[in-house]
């Protein structure tokens, strides 16, 4: 068993209280009432809220904080420590989310559980430290070398931010899988009332360990549902762990099937669940001729936007993906067929359009309204964009 | 003789799909990894308590074939991995072992803050003067002047001295060995293991086929017969000059000092949140 447990008895927030606070904070508290109980981080802006309070927190329920020499080293001591048992994760900014690539591609390789939450800023390079953005959507997809399937999900309140870190730990611990929460620099620091559930009602979920004994266990076993059990060190069944591509045991392989079979795991975990891994917010959509495709705090531009559009007789309605990678193509499509205008509001200069492009399959308006300025885009933009198109 | 070493070997051996080994006839590497599994056979570690991580390189092969916790990582990344598991799992006796390349170039800043921190790890840098694996190119070992695919006219760099880097860096336990002496290897290993703090031992080691190669070294008989010639153990060099050093290296035990060591004063702080918890709970009890 690993040193570090869980312990539920001690109260990590009051539940049921309304309460003043950020969206640092509110994935500080969600990733502790998961069971996260180690963090390895660097400071970074606008990150380094959830790094204070943790490592306040965290050496009260039993777990561990770190400071690690950069964020290639945070990152891989997270892996090493949910290697060794425990839930983990770090947090950072689109610099040090770039550094961090390189053990992703490890963790996604090895089926490594960890949680990412990058507080997305103005790039690329150092960029604008203090000011939001959205440009680290397509690296959250393809940041790393290789052939992948990550998760991604996009929270866009403060609510949200507590809530979808918890379903980052319950994702990655399901499918073995690093899974990345993109905040951005409005989420992190804007303050809003929150009221946090019970603990008990939180839905938690941990990869199961092994059933069979050491002698029988294979760490990468090809499951008919593609998600594996996990032992950790520690426990007595002494697997290994490589970077290189290997077969069901953890061993290297050069064998063509094997590799074969290795990389279409990777592809089928994630891909053969669509179903689950969708999680979109739909409103009014239902007679709307005008889709806003919006996501994190866009998406709370879009739908003020599309309140006011609604009473000035604009039929809109407003798609929100909370996990955006897998992209829900099944819903955007069905969408697409009503409507003859997409507009996709982002704090980038495009990239998201050009997954709802890639849907496209008859003459179809699809513009984007990009700012990369460091300011949000306002509802107001939305609107005249609305007007504008219809006119 | 050497059918008791050879099962000790073999009960840490994974038989399973692993062999033959990656390694060129004659390197040292495996007399390192035959070093390192007797140093945890006298110490009676348990098998399932013992943690090796490498990160890219010939050496780094080593986890492998060795039936531990074994965790093969991204290039100069393994002590970063092994602090994780370290303080995730506290319990486990956790050996970092890689080369020079990759513990000094691209792992150098991993290696120097994990010293500092004086975190209870074992690392041991194998030291064959160059990258192996990729074909020759010189490493922060490689020495002055000497060849290397990619210093065609000669190393124009400085070198480091890895121990030196170690001591200076905060290691609280330092050794050098080399893969002729391997009994003594063993021995060093073994108190590197025992040593609470992070202990370092660099290993002298042989790589005829690219270092002897270039610099027209011979086979590895004759670059192992170097390490006997050259190796002056620490006691002697006490007595030795400076002069009398020059072209020598110092092996045994180098420097071993004891400091607060890291997960240690970690768990102190874990400790003082549950005796407070405690006391609190008596307090409502009563």
């Known amino acids: 068993m690993a040193e570090i447990e869980t312990k539920p008895k001690k109260t990590i927030y009051k539940e049921n209280i309304p309460r003043l606070m950020q969206g640092n904070e509110a994935c500080a508290l969600g990733a502790l009432a998961a069971g996260c109980r180690f963090f390895a981080g660097y400071p970074i802006t606008p990150s380094t809220e959830i790094a204070e309070i943790l490592s306040r927190q965290l050496p009260r329920f039993g777990g561990k904080f ?6 290639i080293a945070s990152i891989a001591a997270v892996i090493g420590a949910s290697i060794a048992g425990a839930k983990a994760m770090t947090s950072t900014s689109g610099p040090g989310y770039s550094l961090m690539q390189e053990n992703l591609g490890y963790a ?4 490594v559980p960890c949680v990412i939450v990058n507080v997305m800023r103005g790039g690329p390079s150092t960029g604008l430290p203090t000011k939001v953005a959205q440009g680290d959507v397509m690296q959250s997809k393809w940041g790393t070398h290789g052939d992948y399937f990550p998760i991604v999900i996009v929270p866009s309140s403060v609510k949200e931010c507590f809530d979808y870190t918890v379903k980052a730990f319950s994702l990655s611990e399901e499918y073995r899988i690093p899974v990345t929460v993109l905040s951005d ?13 019970p603990q008990e009602e939180l839905n938690i979920v941990t990869v199961p360990k092994p059933y069979e004994p050491p002698e029988w266990y294979k760490h990468f076993e090809i499951t008919p549902d593609f998600r594996s059990p996990m032992a950790s060190f520690g426990e007595g069944y002494r697997f290994h762990l490589t970077g290189l591509t290997h077969d069901e045991y953890g061993f290297p392989t050069s064998s063509r099937t094997e590799i074969v079979r290795k990389l279409e795991k990777l592809r089928l975990k994630t891909m053969r669940h669509l179903d689950e891994l969708t999680d979109v917010r739909i409103e009014m959509m239902d007679d709307a001729h005008i889709m806003i495709f919006a996501y994190g705090s866009t998406a709370r531009a879009a739908r003020h936007a599309i309140r006011i559009a ?10 929100q993906p909370r996990i955006i990678w897998p992209f829900p193509d099944q819903i955007v499509r069905e969408y697409l067929e009503q409507v003859d205008l997409v507009i996709v509001p982002e704090l980038n200069q495009g990239q998201i359009i050009r997954e709802i492009k890639r849907l496209r399959y008859r003459h179809l308006k699809i513009i984007g309204l990009n700012r990369f300025d460091g300011e949000l885009i306002t509802p107001q933009q939305i609107l005249d964009k609305i007007k504008e198109e219809r006119h | 003789m050497a059918e008791q070493v050879s099962n000790v070997t073999h009960k840490y051996l994974r038989p399973k799909k692993t062999f033959p080994n990656v390694w060129c006839p004659g390197c040292g590497i495996g007399i390192a990894m035959g070093a390192l599994i007797r140093a945890i056979d006298t110490l009676n570690l348990n098998k399932n308590e013992v943690s090796v991580v490498s990160g890219i390189g010939c050496t780094a092969r080593i986890p492998v074939y060795l039936d531990f916790n074994t965790l093969h990582t991204t290039h100069g990344r393994a002590i970063a991995f092994a602090t994780g598991v370290k303080l995730a799992n506290p319990k486990l006796n956790v050996i970092v072992i890689s080369g020079d390349g990759d513990l000094l170039a691209i792992g150098g800043n991993h290696f120097i803050h994990a010293a500092r921190r004086n975190i ?9 003067y160059i990258y192996g694996m990729t074909g020759g190119q010189y490493s922060p070992t490689t020495p002055f002047a000497k ?3 990619t210093a065609p006219y000669g190393m124009v760099e400085q070198s480091f001295d890895p121990s030196d880097l170690a001591k200076s860096s905060g290691a609280t336990f330092v050794a050098r060995g080399t893969v002729y002496h391997a009994s003594q290897l063993s021995r060093l290993m073994n108190q590197a293991i025992s040593h609470n703090g992070f202990s370092f031992v660099e290993v002298i080691s042989n790589c005829h086929t690219q270092y002897g190669r270039l610099n027209r070294e011979g086979s590895a008989v004759k670059m192992i017969q170097w390490q006997k010639e050259c190796a002056v153990s620490s006691s002697t060099a006490a007595k030795m000059t400076k002069e009398d050093l020059e072209g020598k290296f110092v092996t045994g035990k180098l420097h071993e000092v004891f400091r607060p060591e890291y997960v240690n004063e970690y768990q102190k702080i874990i400790d003082r949140f549950n005796e407070e918890d405690e006391k609190e709970e008596q307090l409502q009890e009563s």
């Open chain 2, 147 to 149: 060849n290397a695919s």
């Open chain 1, 185 to 197: 620099e409005v989420l992190g620091h804007m303050r809003e009332i929150v009221k946090l559930p």
């Open chain 1, 66 to 71: 770190i400071q690690m020499e950069d964020e």
């Open chain 1, 108 to 111: 996604y390789m090895a089926e």
């Open chain 1, 310 to 319: 609604r009473k000035k007789r604009f039929k809109v309605g407003l798609i």
């Open chain 2, 120 to 128: 209870d790890i074992t690392c041991i840098l194998v030291n064959n």
